[in-house]
DNA sequence: TTGAAAGCGGTACCAA
DNA sequence: TTGGTACCGCTTTCAA
């Protein structure tokens, strides 16, 4: 009746509405829950909670959810599959309607032919047919972000983040844009410009570039995989007394707030993550009411941006 | 009888586990959570989730609650007291059985004498008597972070995000302890170096203290009360050919990443963000096992950490 | 040791 | 328009 469905006459409802007030009562969301079977609740799985883009993006989702009235459980994968693969049984369990995932590996891993899938949006780059998807075209945004470090000229290109341990799809579409680009630059590969790092942290990132820097010439540009690493490979280059852009010109991907004021602030691949979240919110929705239409796919555009760490 | 309490015979548990394993059986928490009175979930407030701050909190949280068996439902205020206060009711609902708040104003707003509480943990400076609390002394810290930025002999030092549109606690704790430390040095007060800033991010941060300049001679020192200020204000130094910390030194307060990775490095005051989940998680248990004890008070400890933004 | 039944607090349906 | 009743799926208790 709560729900103001129910016809009632006026004084009924004036009467109820009273009682409401006077007892204080708070509707058993647990209970309502059980009888509808869906708790209003979706769940945000995220590999790193730590990082400013896990911020951002929770943030988008939370706000965009709040105003469809959902509530958001957040979680933590740290990469893991297993971990992937239990939060889809979790959901299923019922104090989740749907799950919003940003898989990373996930080759067929969590979202497979055959297992009882929970209504699921994935975020990002993974390729497989079953599930929903929100995406930023990585490969083509690598591609550009590094045609644009050439522009000025600029040969020797190097990319931090290539690989993460296990490979993730997301280092996999980055490097490969990369690489695209250089070919049709006409600059030879050069492994020796692939510095990997295998957490995206900036942290690692520092101590990534530290060492290579140690070991090769500096190179002209250097194409971080996100602003997160490209945060940190300013630190190490600033430690070191090289000059960015004068002495190289720094990219990140992500458009994190952070990098918008680094110093100096990050060129970098911006895309609009209240869109990500509108979008995945759409998908997921609409796979809560129905089960069995077939697989969507959204593109989020993204464009370069330049800022001080490339400039000249 | 999943939970393994009821005594049955071996044949007849290998049959149920077959039975689960065969039909892919998963339980429905929300009949669980009507049946216990308890849904296995608590609740996170934070008033911005964008800042790497909120991430670094909501990660040690998630992480701490998993490992205890706990799910996390994550809520932004926007430091509204009427949001705070509305989630205080959603917590009452039982879709979570406590709520971890990090309140802004509340000056006995949401946590009021009569007003049904939930199990609640208050996180920061916000005095009150009637919930639990987990805190840092940020009046003593600003106050050590001063001395620590005049020890060289440094006089006029400025503090940036002094009020924040209504004054929040935590602005007027550290503001206090920055004020107390200046008079123990003998520094007459001088409202010219106080700046204020209505939004505590870097954006708002970096516009605030370029307006300042323009109007103002450099300060010897800078303590931004957020780290995430800070980076915001190395910006706006960089951009304007002042050099940090020759010219002048420059201070923040949270020992957030991407602050230590700073372009300089971050002097900071820092705290351990684990201990201040597991803190808060052990006084939120003990709150819902028993409802009626008194109020507790845990204090995490501080420390300055000084770097390369305040040498010399 | 097992099986049956009641009840948590809502919602939806039906009869009055 | 209203009040009554069944049922969502799990846990607990009690009887067999």
Redesign the pocket.
């Known amino acids: 009746?709560?729900?103001g469905?129910?016809?009632?006459?006026a004084?009924?409802?004036l009467r109820v509405e009273q009682a409401m007030a006077e007892l204080d009562?708070?509707?058993?969301l647990s209970?309502?829950g059980?009888?509808?079977?869906r708790s209003g609740v979706i769940g945000l799985a995220l590999p790193d909670l730590a990082t400013p883009f896990s911020a951002e993006i929770s943030q988008s989702i939370v706000e965009v959810a709040h105003e469809q009235g959902w509530s958001v459980q957040i979680e933590e994968t740290g990469s893991d599959p297993h971990r992937e693969q239990e939060l889809m049984t979790r959901a299923r369990a019922n104090l989740i309607d749907g799950l919003i995932l940003n898989p990373v590996v996930l080759k067929e891993s969590a979202v497979q032919v055959g297992v009882a899938l929970p209504p699921v949006v994935l975020l990002g780059e993974v390729t497989q047919q079953l599930a929903d998807r929100v995406f930023v075209d990585s490969f083509a945004a690598a591609r550009d972000m590094t045609l644009a470090l050439a522009r000025p000229g600029r040969r020797r290109i190097a990319a931090l983040g290539v690989n993460r341990g296990r490979q993730s799809a997301t280092a996999l579409q980055r490097a490969g844009g990369y690489e695209a680009a250089l070919q049709e630059l006409g600059i030879a590969k050069d492994e020796s410009l692939l510095i990997s790092c295998d957490s995206w942290t900036p942290a690692s990132a520092a101590e990534a570039l530290g060492e290579y820097l140690d070991a090769h010439p500096l190179p002209e540009a250097l194409f971080c995989f996100t602003d997160s690493m490209a945060i940190g490979a300013l630190n190490t280059l600033w430690k070191r007394g090289v000059r960015v852009p004068e002495d190289i010109a720094v990219a990140g991907f992500d458009d994190v707030i952070d990098g918008r004021f680094a110093v100096p602030s990050l060129t970098t691949v911006s895309f609009d993550k209240r869109a990500i979240a509108t979008e995945a919110l759409r998908l997921l929705t609409e796979r809560m009411s129905d089960r069995s239409h077939a697989q969507q796919l959204v593109e989020i555009e993204y464009r370069i941006v330049e800022r001080d760490s490339s400039r000249g």
């Open positions: 009746m709560m729900n469905i129910v016809p009632v006459s004084p009924t409802r009562y708070v509707p058993n209970a309502r059980l009888r509808n079977g």
